[in-house]
Protein backbone atom coordinates (compact mmCIF):
# COMPACT_ATOMS: atom_id res chain seq x y z
CA UNK A 1 0.00 0.00 0.00
CA UNK A 2 1.31 3.39 -0.80
CA UNK A 3 2.06 5.28 2.62
CA UNK A 4 2.49 8.94 3.55
CA UNK A 5 4.07 8.89 6.82
CA UNK A 6 3.86 12.22 8.87
CA UNK A 7 5.79 13.95 11.23
CA UNK A 8 8.56 11.59 10.23
CA UNK A 9 12.03 11.70 12.26
CA UNK A 10 15.08 9.70 10.96
CA UNK A 11 13.99 7.03 13.92
CA UNK A 12 11.06 6.43 12.09
CA UNK A 13 12.64 5.84 8.46
CA UNK A 14 15.45 3.48 10.25
CA UNK A 15 12.62 1.34 11.84
CA UNK A 16 10.11 0.63 9.37
CA UNK A 17 12.32 0.58 6.24
CA UNK A 18 13.86 -1.90 8.64
CA UNK A 19 10.87 -4.26 9.37
CA UNK A 20 8.92 -3.51 5.83
CA UNK A 21 10.59 -6.21 3.99
CA UNK A 22 7.99 -8.76 5.12
CA UNK A 23 5.62 -6.35 3.50
CA UNK A 24 6.57 -4.49 0.73
CA UNK A 25 4.53 -1.45 1.38
CA UNK A 26 5.34 1.76 -0.53
CA UNK A 27 6.84 3.94 2.12
CA UNK A 28 7.50 7.84 1.76
CA UNK A 29 8.44 10.08 4.76
CA UNK A 30 7.17 13.56 5.32
CA UNK A 31 8.57 15.75 7.90
CA UNK A 32 5.77 18.06 7.67
CA UNK A 33 2.68 17.35 10.50
CA UNK A 34 -0.28 16.50 9.34
CA UNK A 35 -2.92 19.17 9.23
CA UNK A 36 -5.26 21.00 7.81
CA UNK A 37 -2.33 23.18 5.96
CA UNK A 38 -0.57 19.81 4.57
CA UNK A 39 -3.57 17.30 3.97
CA UNK A 40 -3.41 18.56 0.23
CA UNK A 41 0.17 16.34 0.27
CA UNK A 42 -2.14 12.77 0.67
CA UNK A 43 -2.94 12.22 -3.22
CA UNK A 44 -1.90 9.51 -4.58
CA UNK A 45 -1.53 7.59 -1.49
CA UNK A 46 -3.52 4.96 0.29
CA UNK A 47 -2.79 5.04 3.96
CA UNK A 48 -1.79 8.21 5.96
CA UNK A 49 0.51 7.07 9.12
CA UNK A 50 0.60 9.66 11.91
CA UNK A 51 2.01 10.42 15.45
CA UNK A 52 0.76 11.95 18.48
CA UNK A 53 0.72 15.19 17.50
CA UNK A 54 -0.75 15.65 13.85
CA UNK A 55 -4.47 16.81 14.12
CA UNK A 56 -6.85 14.69 11.91
CA UNK A 57 -10.24 16.32 12.55
CA UNK A 58 -13.45 16.78 10.15
CA UNK A 59 -11.85 19.08 7.93
CA UNK A 60 -9.11 16.80 7.67
CA UNK A 61 -11.36 13.67 6.91
CA UNK A 62 -12.90 15.46 4.49
CA UNK A 63 -10.21 16.08 2.44
CA UNK A 64 -8.20 12.78 2.87
CA UNK A 65 -11.82 10.77 1.95
CA UNK A 66 -11.41 12.43 -1.27
CA UNK A 67 -7.71 12.15 -2.13
CA UNK A 68 -8.68 8.16 -2.06
CA UNK A 69 -7.14 7.32 2.16
CA UNK A 70 -8.88 4.16 3.53
CA UNK A 71 -6.68 3.79 6.32
CA UNK A 72 -5.41 6.25 9.07
CA UNK A 73 -2.58 4.24 11.16
CA UNK A 74 -1.51 5.53 14.48
CA UNK A 75 1.67 4.73 15.23
CA UNK A 76 0.94 5.31 18.90
CA UNK A 77 -1.53 4.32 21.33
CA UNK A 78 -3.25 7.18 22.23
CA UNK A 79 -5.58 8.58 19.46
CA UNK A 80 -7.53 11.72 20.97
CA UNK A 81 -6.46 13.92 18.23
CA UNK A 82 -8.19 11.53 15.46
CA UNK A 83 -12.15 12.74 14.91
CA UNK A 84 -13.09 8.52 15.32
CA UNK A 85 -17.10 9.61 14.19
CA UNK A 86 -15.88 11.90 11.08
CA UNK A 87 -13.70 8.75 9.92
CA UNK A 88 -15.90 6.47 10.58
CA UNK A 89 -18.92 8.60 8.26
CA UNK A 90 -16.35 8.65 5.32
CA UNK A 91 -15.62 4.82 6.24
CA UNK A 92 -12.21 5.29 6.60
CA UNK A 93 -10.59 2.89 9.19
CA UNK A 94 -8.54 4.27 11.85
CA UNK A 95 -5.74 1.51 13.16
CA UNK A 96 -3.65 1.91 16.13
CA UNK A 97 -0.85 0.41 18.46
CA UNK A 98 -2.76 0.29 21.51
CA UNK A 99 0.26 -2.20 23.47
CA UNK A 100 4.08 -1.57 22.85
CA UNK A 101 6.38 -1.97 25.65
CA UNK A 102 4.42 -0.26 27.97
CA UNK A 103 7.40 -0.67 30.15
CA UNK A 104 9.23 1.87 28.13
CA UNK A 105 6.50 4.81 29.20
CA UNK A 106 6.16 3.67 32.69
CA UNK A 107 10.07 3.33 32.94
CA UNK A 108 10.46 7.12 32.10
CA UNK A 109 7.72 7.79 34.48
CA UNK A 110 9.69 6.56 37.12
CA UNK A 111 13.20 8.52 35.83
CA UNK A 112 10.93 11.11 36.24
CA UNK A 113 10.80 10.95 39.86
CA UNK A 114 13.81 10.06 40.90
CA UNK A 115 15.42 12.70 38.75
CA UNK A 116 13.06 14.84 40.61
CA UNK A 117 13.47 13.37 44.01
CA UNK A 118 17.49 12.75 43.83
CA UNK A 119 18.68 15.71 41.54
CA UNK A 120 20.76 13.54 39.87
CA UNK A 121 20.55 15.84 36.82
CA UNK A 122 21.74 19.12 38.94
CA UNK A 123 24.69 16.60 40.08
CA UNK A 124 25.77 16.03 37.31
CA UNK A 125 25.73 19.45 36.05
CA UNK A 126 27.54 20.54 39.13
CA UNK A 127 30.72 17.60 39.29
CA UNK A 128 30.74 18.66 35.83
CA UNK A 129 31.95 21.96 36.83
CA UNK A 130 34.01 20.44 39.54
CA UNK A 131 31.50 21.28 42.08
CA UNK A 132 31.25 18.26 44.59
CA UNK A 133 29.23 20.08 46.73
CA UNK A 134 26.02 18.09 48.06
CA UNK A 135 24.12 21.05 49.69
CA UNK A 136 20.41 21.42 48.62
CA UNK A 137 20.25 18.03 46.91
CA UNK A 138 18.25 16.37 49.72
CA UNK A 139 15.85 13.75 48.33
CA UNK A 140 13.49 11.25 50.21
CA UNK A 141 13.47 7.37 50.28
CA UNK A 142 10.61 5.96 48.15
CA UNK A 143 10.70 3.17 50.38
CA UNK A 144 6.98 3.29 52.60
CA UNK A 145 5.91 6.32 50.73
CA UNK A 146 2.47 6.36 49.06
CA UNK A 147 1.98 6.54 45.31
CA UNK A 148 -0.92 7.33 43.60
CA UNK A 149 -2.02 5.86 40.33
CA UNK A 150 -4.55 7.44 37.93
CA UNK A 151 -5.47 4.67 35.26
CA UNK A 152 -3.98 0.74 35.80
CA UNK A 153 -4.32 -0.17 32.10
CA UNK A 154 -1.11 -1.67 30.34
CA UNK A 155 1.14 1.62 31.31
CA UNK A 156 0.15 1.82 35.24
CA UNK A 157 -0.12 -1.57 35.79
CA UNK A 158 3.71 -1.51 34.67
CA UNK A 159 3.86 1.53 36.60
CA UNK A 160 2.47 0.04 39.94
CA UNK A 161 4.70 -3.31 39.99
CA UNK A 162 7.88 -1.15 39.49
CA UNK A 163 6.70 1.56 42.53
CA UNK A 164 5.53 -1.74 44.39
CA UNK A 165 9.19 -3.25 43.91
CA UNK A 166 10.53 -0.16 45.83
CA UNK A 167 8.46 -0.63 48.70
CA UNK A 168 6.05 2.17 48.10
CA UNK A 169 2.29 1.76 48.99
CA UNK A 170 0.50 1.78 45.99
CA UNK A 171 -2.71 3.05 45.43
CA UNK A 172 -4.93 3.68 42.45
CA UNK A 173 -8.32 4.98 41.12
CA UNK A 174 -9.67 3.37 37.52
CA UNK A 175 -13.04 3.02 35.87
CA UNK A 176 -12.31 -0.35 35.26
CA UNK A 177 -10.26 -2.36 38.39
CA UNK A 178 -7.49 -5.02 37.84
CA UNK A 179 -7.76 -8.08 40.00
CA UNK A 180 -4.32 -9.32 38.74
CA UNK A 181 -2.89 -6.02 40.31
CA UNK A 182 -5.43 -6.14 43.60
CA UNK A 183 -3.47 -9.67 44.44
CA UNK A 184 -0.46 -8.10 43.63
CA UNK A 185 -1.08 -5.54 46.42
CA UNK A 186 -2.51 -2.27 44.70
CA UNK A 187 -5.24 -0.60 46.65
CA UNK A 188 -8.03 0.56 44.65
CA UNK A 189 -9.46 4.39 46.13
CA UNK A 190 -11.90 6.52 44.86
CA UNK A 191 -10.21 9.67 42.72
CA UNK A 192 -10.42 11.47 46.01
CA UNK A 193 -8.40 9.49 48.20
CA UNK A 194 -5.57 9.02 45.77
CA UNK A 195 -5.69 12.88 45.69
CA UNK A 196 -6.23 13.34 49.15
CA UNK A 197 -3.24 10.39 50.47
CA UNK A 198 -0.51 10.34 47.96
CA UNK A 199 2.78 11.66 47.95
CA UNK A 200 3.58 10.87 44.41
CA UNK A 201 0.82 10.82 41.89
CA UNK A 202 1.30 9.13 38.26
CA UNK A 203 -1.07 10.03 35.74
CA UNK A 204 -1.43 6.99 33.54
CA UNK A 205 -5.62 7.40 32.30
CA UNK A 206 -6.07 8.28 28.52
CA UNK A 207 -7.15 11.68 27.37
CA UNK A 208 -10.89 11.95 26.84
CA UNK A 209 -14.07 14.27 28.30
CA UNK A 210 -14.11 12.65 31.30
CA UNK A 211 -10.11 13.25 32.24
CA UNK A 212 -9.54 16.33 30.33
CA UNK A 213 -8.55 18.91 33.39
CA UNK A 214 -8.97 15.71 35.83
CA UNK A 215 -5.76 18.17 37.31
CA UNK A 216 -7.30 21.61 38.19
CA UNK A 217 -7.24 23.99 41.41
CA UNK A 218 -9.54 22.19 42.97
CA UNK A 219 -8.18 18.72 42.52
CA UNK A 220 -4.81 20.05 43.18
CA UNK A 221 -6.00 21.62 46.85
CA UNK A 222 -6.86 18.37 48.04
CA UNK A 223 -3.49 16.98 47.60
CA UNK A 224 -1.03 16.99 50.35
CA UNK A 225 1.69 19.53 50.70
CA UNK A 226 4.54 19.46 48.62
CA UNK A 227 2.89 16.14 46.33
CA UNK A 228 5.05 15.06 43.30
CA UNK A 229 2.72 15.00 40.24
CA UNK A 230 3.83 12.95 36.84
CA UNK A 231 2.54 13.07 33.66
CA UNK A 232 3.62 10.99 31.20
CA UNK A 233 0.24 10.10 29.62
CA UNK A 234 -1.33 13.27 27.81
CA UNK A 235 -0.37 17.16 28.33
CA UNK A 236 -4.55 18.06 28.91
CA UNK A 237 -4.90 15.90 32.03
CA UNK A 238 -3.30 18.94 33.49
CA UNK A 239 -4.70 22.72 33.50
CA UNK A 240 -1.09 23.65 33.07
CA UNK A 241 -2.21 27.26 34.38
CA UNK A 242 -3.41 25.89 38.04
CA UNK A 243 -0.23 23.53 38.23
CA UNK A 244 1.71 26.97 38.01
CA UNK A 245 -0.29 28.15 40.68
CA UNK A 246 0.10 25.38 42.66
CA UNK A 247 4.15 25.67 41.96
CA UNK A 248 4.47 29.06 43.06
CA UNK A 249 2.09 28.14 46.64
CA UNK A 250 4.16 24.97 47.45
CA UNK A 251 1.16 22.81 47.48
CA UNK A 252 2.72 21.19 44.52
CA UNK A 253 6.45 20.26 45.65
CA UNK A 254 7.70 18.79 42.37
CA UNK A 255 6.43 18.04 38.91
CA UNK A 256 7.62 15.67 36.32
CA UNK A 257 5.91 15.89 32.78
CA UNK A 258 6.50 14.34 29.41
CA UNK A 259 3.30 15.98 27.58
CA UNK A 260 2.06 19.35 27.45
CA UNK A 261 -1.37 20.49 26.28
CA UNK A 262 0.33 22.85 23.81
CA UNK A 263 3.26 20.70 22.91
CA UNK A 264 2.48 20.23 19.13
CA UNK A 265 3.99 23.95 18.60
CA UNK A 266 6.93 22.62 20.79
CA UNK A 267 7.98 18.83 20.94
CA UNK A 268 9.78 16.91 18.11
CA UNK A 269 11.55 20.71 17.15
CA UNK A 270 14.90 21.76 17.46
CA UNK A 271 13.69 25.69 18.78
CA UNK A 272 17.45 26.12 20.55
CA UNK A 273 17.92 29.41 18.20
CA UNK A 274 14.23 30.52 18.30
CA UNK A 275 12.65 32.59 20.91
CA UNK A 276 9.77 30.95 22.34
CA UNK A 277 6.60 32.37 22.33
CA UNK A 278 4.93 30.34 24.44
CA UNK A 279 4.56 31.93 28.24
CA UNK A 280 3.33 28.87 29.83
CA UNK A 281 6.03 26.28 29.30
CA UNK A 282 8.87 29.42 29.50
CA UNK A 283 7.42 29.74 33.01
CA UNK A 284 6.86 26.25 33.86
CA UNK A 285 10.99 25.66 32.85
CA UNK A 286 12.35 28.51 34.93
CA UNK A 287 10.78 26.31 38.29
CA UNK A 288 13.85 24.08 40.52
CA UNK A 289 11.33 21.60 40.54
CA UNK A 290 9.94 20.89 37.54
CA UNK A 291 11.36 18.45 34.84
CA UNK A 292 9.98 18.50 31.20
CA UNK A 293 10.93 16.17 28.56
CA UNK A 294 9.67 16.03 25.45
CA UNK A 295 7.31 13.24 24.85
CA UNK A 296 9.84 10.46 24.84
CA UNK A 297 8.52 8.38 27.18
CA UNK A 298 7.52 5.91 24.03
CA UNK A 299 11.52 6.09 22.84
CA UNK A 300 13.60 2.47 23.25
CA UNK A 301 14.60 0.78 20.85
CA UNK A 302 12.07 -2.14 21.79
CA UNK A 303 9.11 -0.12 21.63
CA UNK A 304 10.17 1.73 18.20
CA UNK A 305 10.84 -2.44 16.90
CA UNK A 306 7.28 -3.13 17.97
CA UNK A 307 5.64 -0.01 17.19
CA UNK A 308 7.42 -0.42 12.99
CA UNK A 309 6.32 -4.62 13.25
CA UNK A 310 2.63 -3.93 14.37
CA UNK A 311 1.83 -0.62 12.14
CA UNK A 312 3.13 -2.43 9.42
CA UNK A 313 0.97 -5.85 10.16
CA UNK A 314 -2.25 -3.47 10.49
CA UNK A 315 -1.59 -2.27 7.08
CA UNK A 316 -0.83 -5.17 5.36
CA UNK A 317 -4.49 -7.26 7.65
CA UNK A 318 -6.21 -4.27 6.10
CA UNK A 319 -4.64 -4.63 2.43
CA UNK A 320 -5.55 -8.70 2.53
CA UNK A 321 -9.15 -8.69 4.28
CA UNK A 322 -7.90 -9.60 7.32
CA UNK A 323 -9.57 -8.90 10.60
CA UNK A 324 -8.10 -5.28 11.59
CA UNK A 325 -7.63 -6.61 15.49
CA UNK A 326 -6.22 -2.70 16.46
CA UNK A 327 -8.68 -0.86 14.88
CA UNK A 328 -9.96 1.88 17.02
CA UNK A 329 -13.91 2.28 16.94
CA UNK A 330 -16.12 4.80 17.62
P1 LIG B 1 -4.60 1.52 28.44
O1 LIG B 1 -5.78 1.69 27.56
O2 LIG B 1 -3.97 0.18 28.55
O3 LIG B 1 -4.93 2.01 29.92
C1 LIG B 1 -5.66 3.16 30.21
C2 LIG B 1 -6.37 2.92 31.53
O4 LIG B 1 -7.02 4.14 31.89
C3 LIG B 1 -7.44 1.82 31.45
O5 LIG B 1 -7.27 0.90 32.51
C4 LIG B 1 -8.74 2.60 31.58
O6 LIG B 1 -9.79 1.86 32.24
C5 LIG B 1 -8.29 3.79 32.41
N1 LIG B 1 -9.22 4.90 32.37
C6 LIG B 1 -10.04 5.30 31.35
N2 LIG B 1 -10.77 6.36 31.74
C7 LIG B 1 -10.40 6.64 33.01
C8 LIG B 1 -10.79 7.62 33.95
N3 LIG B 1 -11.76 8.51 33.64
N4 LIG B 1 -10.20 7.64 35.14
C9 LIG B 1 -9.24 6.72 35.48
N5 LIG B 1 -8.84 5.75 34.63
C10 LIG B 1 -9.41 5.72 33.41
O7 LIG B 1 -3.53 2.60 27.93
P2 LIG B 1 -1.96 2.61 28.18
O8 LIG B 1 -1.27 1.88 27.07
O9 LIG B 1 -1.69 2.22 29.57
O10 LIG B 1 -1.64 4.15 27.93
C11 LIG B 1 -2.10 5.15 28.83
C12 LIG B 1 -1.87 6.50 28.20
O11 LIG B 1 -0.46 6.74 28.10
C13 LIG B 1 -2.36 6.61 26.75
O12 LIG B 1 -3.71 7.00 26.69
C14 LIG B 1 -1.47 7.68 26.18
O13 LIG B 1 -2.11 8.93 26.33
C15 LIG B 1 -0.23 7.68 27.08
N6 LIG B 1 1.01 7.30 26.37
C16 LIG B 1 2.08 8.13 26.46
C17 LIG B 1 3.26 7.81 25.83
C18 LIG B 1 4.49 8.68 25.93
O14 LIG B 1 5.42 8.53 25.12
N7 LIG B 1 4.58 9.58 26.90
C19 LIG B 1 3.34 6.62 25.07
C20 LIG B 1 2.23 5.78 25.03
C21 LIG B 1 1.06 6.12 25.68
Not at 34 to 50: E, I, K, P
Not at 241 to 268: C, M, N, P, R, T
Not at 287 to 314: C, D, M, Q, R, S
Request: aromatic share 8%; proline share 2%.
Amino acid sequence: MKVAFFSAKSYDKEYFNKFNSDHQHDLTFLEVPLNAQTVSLTTGFDVVCVFVNDVINQKVIDVIHANGIKVIALRCAGFNNVDLKAAKSRGIKVVRVPAYSPESVAEHAVALILTLNRKTHKAYNRVREGNFSIENLTGFNLFGKTVGVIGTGLIGASFCKIMLGFGCKVQAYDIRESEELVQIGVQYKSLDEVFRESEIISLHCPLNPHTAYLINQESIGKMKDGVMLINTSRGALINTQDAIEGLKSGKIGFLGIDVYEQEADLFFQDLSEIVIQDDVIARLISFPNVLITGHLGFFTKEALEEIATITLGNLSDFEHDKELVNEVKS
